[in-house]
């Protein structure tokens, strides 16, 4: 009977050993490098879409029209006061209105990255830290305002021309 106690002695021992070493070895190692800025980490903000008129010489030429994610730390995103997409948003009419040099009426190719790179540098400026990683572009369009004016008449279908019928004579 003394065999059976210690060897179950033996056996709870060897046992409460094994776990509690495999818990201490699979403790995280302070030397392990960061994971890429890719790749976990960072939620992805989506704005809605974004439309800005876009003023010349006192007239609409027309819309710039954007939907936007942008990837940011979400410790940092909880510590905002203001809702992200209304951040973003405010920074995007802010960025177009203050940059002329981008011109959207198609006589140039648009420089997207500098839009991009314009529009991140803008938020982590005026929050006062890097909070905004990268802006990706989900949507880029311009419409001019003939393009807006004729849009309902090509969907309108051509209404089908009946004839009359003849009047019957008294």
Do not use: C
Request: no cysteine; aromatic share 10%; hydrophobic share 45%.
């Amino acid at each position: 009977m003394i065999k059976f106690v210690v060897s179950a002695l033996w056996i709870s021992t060897a046992t409460v050993g094994a776990v509690f070493y495999a818990f201490q070895a699979s403790g995280k190692s302070d030397d392990a490098a960061p994971a890429p800025a890719m790749f976990g980490g960072l939620d992805y903000v989506k704005t809605d879409i974004i439309t800005v008129p876009v003023v010349r010489d006192a007239k609409v030429d027309g819309y710039f029209i954007a939907r936007l994610v942008f990837t940011v730390e979400p410790a940092r995103l909880n510590k905002l006061s203001v809702p992200a997409p209304a951040l973003i948003t405010d920074e995007v009419y802010s960025y177009l209105y203050s940059t002329p040099q981008l011109d959207f009426t198609g006589q140039a190719p648009i420089n997207i990255d500098k839009f991009r790179n314009g529009v991140r540098e803008a938020i982590n400026a005026r929050v006062g830290e890097k909070l905004i990683h990268e802006v990706l572009v989900e949507q880029v369009d311009f419409l001019t305002k003939d393009e807006i004016r004729n849009h309902p008449n090509r969907r309108r279908k051509p209404a089908a021309q009946t004839n009359p019928a003849p009047e019957a004579a008294p």
